[in-house]
């Protein structure tokens, strides 16, 4: 089938200003199935405007951006078609504040691929035994801890039966201690064989689960290649000051 | 002080209006249903076109916003009566204060709608479209629910300030209260009925002006120190604007009842 090699996402030259601001100065990156990329940098680097333009949240002034071979921006394309295919996970949780968490996790099955209550609620509640919540799924997001509200968003994501998962920072709101329990539900995606594209800053995680890691600095890619081998030997001069800060 | 009794609350002449004012009260509630009704939904209409990324859309609903804010309801309900029946536009003096009700709170309540919406956070919004849901899925599904719960207080505050205003219906002869009253007290020469209007007033806003307290202070419960704060807060700024936005009414500013 030559499964392994089909790219599920690929980003030709992407640019991306906000105003006179160019976040992004030509990005390049091809993500094969099953791949666990693990994106680092300083903050401004770029990182998260990547990630948000793989979904399309951002629009993009040059460059193309192709799932799974389709053109994102394409004149026939519909990106809410395309979005359904791309979960996300953002920092600050965004869970719905109105809706339970079980609720959290149906709503995007049922609104949008309008499937049967019944069946929604099996696999929203398969999906909240799958990151240890089955026992909230009465409480609202106001009653969670940060690391539950993110497992939820982890569910809610999954629900749409995503091909691919995008994490931004999905750790970096959340107290020391509940990193853990979010970084394990991560993990266990990972080790299902969920292609995923991770921003953060945990090395810890980039090491343990990334297939392949990637260094931004200034909008584009300076250096990318096997998170154990580079973490440990970088090439690029700004990827070892950037690797001796933080590690 | 006999005089007094006798001038504003002249036993015989009390009675009398108590009765004919209550026999007015299911007009009011009948106008003042449908003007709520159609009010609200005008001005959550408004508030989507004002908010609409497409410009000739959003600035068509900012100048109506702006000048039905701008225009004394008295003024619209005298022309929509008098004025357009010249033209051969001849609505029933219930008809002319629905639709005056209508024109004018709709524009009210488009900008305490539009607040409301705003102050949901913006991460709401991408999260909906994140999970493929379209501009207007996420609006109704995921925007409006919280935004709704948001702007009762104030739309509750805008009610009673239109319960207040249907006495301005008076001079297109809505038979309503104040119509009544005055009528009443041409015929009897004594104020009284006006005092009995005065009452049946009070008895239904001051109740609401209390609810209106009690759900304000209710939605700005404080986050517990517990919990930290998260992107689903609503934000100090986002408060504000609901406060600017509430004209008609007066918002308790600090806690009340």
Redesign the interface.
Known sequence: MGETLTAMIELIDVHKSFGQLEVLKGVDLTVTKKEVVVVIGVSGSGKSTMLRCI?G?EPIQKGKVLIEGEDLHGPHTDP??I??R???V?Q???????KNALQNVM??PL??QKKPKKEVEQIAHDLLIKVGLAEKADAY??ELS?GQ?QRV?IA??LA?QPDMMLFDEVTS?L?PELVAEVLTVMQLLAEAGMTMVVVTHEMGFAREVGSRLIFMDGGVIVEEGDPREMIVNPKEPRTQKFLGMVL | MGNLIEYYFNPEIFRESLWLLIKTLPIVFEVLVMGLVLSYAWGLLLALMRLSRVGVVNKVAGAYIDFFRGLPLLLLFIFIYYGLAIAGIKLSAIASGVLGLTLCYGAYSAEIFRAGIQAI?K??M?????????GS?AML??IL??AI?LVIPPLTNEFIAMIKDTSLMSVIAVPELLFTAKEKMGVTANPTPLTVAAIIYVVFTIPLIRVAARLETRRRKP?PPD??A???DISPEAEAQLHSADIAGQMPKGGYG
């Open positions: 979904n949240l809410n078609k979005r359904q791309i979960g996300m953002f600050s949780f965004n869970l719905f504040p109105h709503m995007a609104k949008v997001p106001d940060g509200q968003a809610r994501a749409m709101a107290d | 956070p991460g709401q991408e999260a909906a479209r994140s999970l493929g849901m379209t899925q599904n995921v629910p919280q719960k986050r919990r930290p998260t992107a689903g």
